[in-house]
């Protein structure tokens, strides 16, 4: 992860710097800026929605895994007692 967030502030810093020395008049300019830290903040804001919803994946089949392992434990635990009685 920190090596996309370090690639994500070279490009941003990178833009911002190329602007800046770019020559035109100082509202082009800070106009400029502003779009390129809103297309920035969308990227981030689009990279951050991935990995919520692949941790939610995560989370959700790592839930469904441990329900299945209990159930199985269950149905091994009722098993074995119903031999223990029967013996």
Aim: zero cysteines; proline letters at 1%; a negative charge.
């Amino acid at each position: 992860m920190s090596t996309v967030k370090s690639l994500l502030i070279g490009v941003g810093v990178g833009a911002v710097l190329g602007i800046l020395y770019a020559p035109a008049r100082g509202s082009e300019t800070r106009r400029r800026i502003s779009e390129a830290g809103d297309d920035l903040r969308e990227r981030f804001n689009d990279m951050k929605d991935e990995l919520s919803n692949k941790i939610e994946g995560f989370k959700d089949n790592m839930g469904t895994m441990a329900s299945n392992e209990i159930d199985r434990l269950d149905t091994e635990a009722s098993s074995a007692q119903r031999q223990s009685w029967q013996s």
